[in-house]
Structure formats: structure tokens, C-alpha cells
């Protein structure tokens, strides 16, 4: 059975970077799927962050892209989020998840419970 | 950037309805179209992918359909489990949500 948990601080500074991580078990992240981050503003709707590949290929939504960073780690079968500059519009639910098929960029079949980040001094 | 579209925002429908919502894209999106449900406090759950794909364990009451830019989930009888807000989303060219459709009970 695949579970995904999302794991970092919940409270982040304005300016500061947000890192989170999502740790896979029950399945190798480098045999296969498209390994994603969506999040939630508080009463809002969902918004794609990005993903990775299995290969290491990434994907940005153009709107986050040059703040955004996300990469695989095998060795701990986890992978990460990283997200520069931060302000209070990127306080959130923040959620990882395995895509369902085998793209690049994909529907999201699995999913972790989510981790709420709030940006503030 | 492909824009998708929900409607209706809200819809108030009685167990035993058949509901249908709809989503719309801003350019074709093949057949790249999945759908969520959203219940308060927890993760989406896949329903739907690749327009019409019934994703393993949804009930079949559950169908989607559609082509190109205009697409439609259908409960074909609504369940109390079935209140939810419910969730396009196009990956066809990067990723975006709809925003999002509230399904309350009448």
C-alpha cells in the first residue's frame, strides 16, 4: 500500500524559503509515476505547484516557476518542495501526491493529508 | 496558461438527483481531464481521469465525458456520501484546477 506524508515547519517567515518534504512508503519514487505538490489556500480552491518525474524531468506552473524548486531523493525514497521568497498568499494546506499513470504530468491518484503552512512574523 | 472554468459554483440537489457539472477550458485539452471530490479537512480523492477513466473503488454512479473544451461529471444518483465540493483538472499543458463546485444537500 502507497502512502505519502508530508513533512516540514508549519510556520515560515515572510521572505524566508518554505522547504517541505513527502515521504514515500510502499513504493520506489525511481521506478516509476510523476510525483507532484498541489496546495490550498484556507477556504480556497487547488493550484498545482509542480512535479517531478520518476526520471528527474520537472514541471513548474509558470506562475510559481521562479520561485519553485522540486527534486527527487531516491536514496531516502522522499521528495521536496522548496519555494523562495514566501508571503502570506503562499500560507496554505500543502499537499503531495503520485501521479496515476506514467506521465510527465498527471492526474493524482494517491495523495498525503496535507501539512498547513502559514507564512508570518 | 489554459484557464478552467466550473459551473455551477453551488449546486443544491436531493439524494436520489441525478447531478451533472460541468467544466470548460480556455483552449483543447484532448483528453486530459481528471475529476476530485473534496470532503471538509481531507485530501481530494480521485474520481475520474483521462476525461472518462473510472479511477479503482469509485462507484459507478460516477461517469465522466467530454471532448476538447467542454467536459461534465455525472452522479447519476446522489448519495449522502456524494456531498462534496467537487474539482476539474486539465494536464494537458502544465496543470490547472477549476475552481471548484459545492454540492449541498436541498
Known amino acids: 500500500q502507497v502512502q505519502l506524508q508530508e513533512s516540514g515547519p508549519g510556520l515560515v517567515k515572510p521572505s524566508a524559503t518554505l522547504s517541505l518534504t513527502c515521504i514515500v512508503s510502499?513504493?520506489?519514487?525511481?521506478?516509476?509515476?510523476?510525483w507532484g505538490w498541489v496546495r490550498q489556500p484556507p477556504g480556497e480552491g487547488l493550484e498545482w505547484i509542480g512535479s517531478?518525474?520518476?526520471?528527474?524531468?520537472?514541471y513548474y506552473n509558470p506562475s510559481l516557476e521562479s520561485r519553485v524548486t522540486i527534486s527527487l531523493d531516491t536514496s531516502k525514497n522522499h521528495f521536496s518542495v522548496r519555494l523562495s521568497s514566501v508571503t502570506a498568499a503562499d500560507t496554505a494546506v500543502y499537499y503531495c501526491?503520485?501521479?496515476?499513470?506514467?506521465?510527465?504530468?498527471?492526474?493524482?491518484?494517491?495523495w498525503g493529508q496535507g501539512t498547513m503552512v502559514t507564512v508570518s512574523s | 496558461d489554459i484557464q478552467m472554468t466550473q459551473s455551477p459554483s453551488t449546486l443544491s440537489a436531493y439524494v436520489g438527483d441525478r447531478v451533472t457539472i460541468t467544466c470548460r477550458a480556455s483552449?483543447?485539452?484532448?483528453?486530459?481531464l481528471a475529476w476530485y471530490q473534496q470532503k471538509p479537512g481531507q485530501a481530494p480523492k480521485l474520481l475520474i481521469y483521462?476525461?472518462?477513466s473510472l479511477e479503482s473503488g469509485v462507484p459507478s454512479r460516477f461517469s465522466g465525458s467530454g471532448t476538447g473544451t467542454e467536459f461534465t461529471l455525472t452522479i447519476s444518483s446522489l448519495q449522502p456520501d456524494d456531498f462534496a465540493t467537487y474539482y476539474c483538472?486539465?494536464?494537458?499543458?502544465?496543470?490547472?484546477f477549476g475552481q471548484g463546485t459545492k454540492v449541498e444537500i436541498k
Open positions: 483552449q483543447s485539452i484532448n483528453r486530459w
Open positions: 483538472q486539465q494536464y494537458n499543458s502544465y496543470s490547472t
Open positions: 483521462k476525461v472518462s
Open positions: 517531478v518525474y520518476y526520471n528527474g524531468d520537472t
Open positions: 510502499g513504493y520506489s519514487i525511481s521506478s516509476g509515476y510523476n
Open positions: 501526491a503520485r501521479g496515476v499513470e506514467a506521465y510527465g504530468i498527471d492526474a493524482f491518484e494517491i
